[in-house]
């Protein structure tokens, strides 16, 4: 099931796949952020936040990987499916700044968050 990231206008910024435990792997959860999904090209994470170390070394690592191409001024595409640990990671490296709302940030189709599917 794909989650999305929309602005304000309703213009879908990244898609996203949550990956649950498999019967291989119960402790294994995992969030793509898929292909073709924009990045910001801004970054105002504040240093009194203790994950923006980790957000703004995530974001430096995709852009100089040339895992993204220009898309216009404001963001980058990324080219390819990238996969992170936690959801609040992942939007808060395609954001530019700390989320802590990321689980309910993310929508389906349905308009229920990644929350209400994965956590209720």
Not at 22 to 50: G, H, M, P, W
Not at 91 to 115: F, P, R, Y
Request: proline share 1%; hydrophobic share 30%; net charge negative.
């Amino acid at each position: 099931m794909e989650f999305y990231i929309k602005d304000t206008e309703g213009n879908t910024i990244a898609t996203f796949t949550y990956l649950t435990s498999t019967k291989d792997c119960s402790t294994c959860k995992a969030i793509v952020v898929k292909a073709e999904s924009l990045i910001s090209k801004n970054a105002y994470c504040k240093e009194r936040f203790k994950d923006c170390k980790t957000i703004d070394d995530e974001r430096k690592r995709i852009i100089e990987s040339v895992k993204v191409e220009e898309h216009d001024e404001e963001y980058y595409v990324i080219k390819e499916d990238i996969v992170f640990s936690s959801p609040y990671i992942a939007v808060s490296v395609i954001l530019g700044h700390t989320e802590n709302e990321a689980w309910n940030m993310l929508t389906n189709d349905e308009n229920q968050t990644l929350k209400d599917v994965y956590r209720s």
